[in-house]
């Protein structure tokens, strides 16, 4: 079954943010879901494919989305807007996975399980 190209990339996109970010449902945050999309761009082709490398680019989206989600609130906010993205589409393990070594990869450290199954609302 074909998807269309900005499926997967949605997938991506949100999968990866929910590695950089452990957050839950929020009222407002001060990342909105178009920067969340704007800094995990680079890092989509890594999601799908894989690699050896993460791009310099993909890795500084990722670090400076996780110091821009500096409170609980915006931490939960950037993980409903992920979680949000992805509801309802295919994902696979190999790009969990991948998204799941992305913070890892670029020097940031996140206490929770990347997983499309992360209840927001424990995320501090």
Do not use: W
């Amino acid at each position: 079954m074909a998807f269309p190209t900005t499926i997967p990339r949605l997938v991506c996109i949100a999968l990866i943010g929910m590695l950089v970010v452990s957050a839950p449902d929020t009222v407002e945050s001060a990342v909105s879901c178009n920067q969340v999309m704007n800094y995990l761009t680079p890092c989509v082709n890594f999601v799908l494919y894989g690699g050896a490398v993460v791009s310099q680019q993909c890795c500084t989206g990722v670090q400076t989305l996780y110091a821009a989600a500096g409170t609980t609130q915006d931490r939960q906010g950037v993980c409903s807007c992920l979680k949000s993205a992805i509801n309802g589409m295919p994902v696979s393990n190999f790009n969990i996975n991948n998204a799941a070594s992305l913070p890892s990869r670029c020097g940031v450290s996140v206490p929770y399980k990347i997983s499309p199954s992360t209840d927001c609302k424990s995320v501090k």
